[in-house]
């Protein structure tokens, strides 16, 4: 390998790196659409709760429901056009990706095990319409009979 193409490859590999760091784990672009469009319906959410099992990206704590937002490459969307695989290293990719979804598997069952209710919204559905799944996210609240939102709360009485 000449010096010319072993300074391509080492560019190539640290643009690569540089990416892979860039990806987030948390306040992601669909999260953060998706946290939005539950506060325009006056959700009372937390995001981020470390003291659960797994963290989900956002929790209704009265209703006990947890909300993952999984991208579809790192999370493997079934059917989806984004969840395709590198071509290179093939076998590092196809492990990696297995783990991520045992781990997202492992991870919903401990919630349900302590008595929470584990809602998957995909990256492509809230790029789509994060007003839909936020609807989707409103209607399981009221399923679970969780009508404690901001909007269903008295507003405080004048003084007499």
Same mark, same amino acid.
């Given at each position: ?5 072993? #300074?391509?490859?080492? $560019?190539?590999?640290? $643009? ?8 987030? =784990?948390?306040? $992601? *672009? ?11 319906? *006056? ?11 797994? $963290?989900?990206?956002?929790? &209704? ?11 579809? &490459?790192?999370? @493997? ?19 990696? &990706? =297995?783990?991520?979804? *045992? ?13 929470? #209710? ?38 405080? @009485?004048?003084?007499?």
């Amino acid at each position: 390998m000449n010096l010319e193409s072993r #300074s391509a490859a080492k $560019t190539k590999s640290w $643009t690569v790196s540089e990416r892979m760091a860039a990806v987030r =784990q948390k306040n $992601t *672009r669909p999260e953060i659409a998706l946290a939005t469009e539950l506060a325009k319906l *006056r959700r009372v959410m937390r995001r981020h709760d470390a003291s659960l099992p797994g $963290t989900p990206d956002i929790i &209704f704590p009265r209703a006990r429901l947890a909300v993952f937002v999984h991208g579809c &490459f790192w999370h @493997r969307h079934c059917g989806c056009r984004r969840a395709t695989s590198p071509r290179s290293n093939a076998a590092f990719w196809a492990a990696k &990706f =297995q783990a991520n979804v *045992r781990r997202d598997d492992r991870k919903a069952r401990k919630l349900r095990t302590v008595g929470w #209710s584990v809602f998957v919204v995909w990256e492509c559905q809230i790029e789509k319409d994060p007003s839909r799944q936020a609807r989707r996210i409103s209607a399981a609240l009221r399923r679970r009979g969780a009508v404690h939102d901001k909007s269903a709360r008295p507003t405080s @009485r004048a003084r007499a």
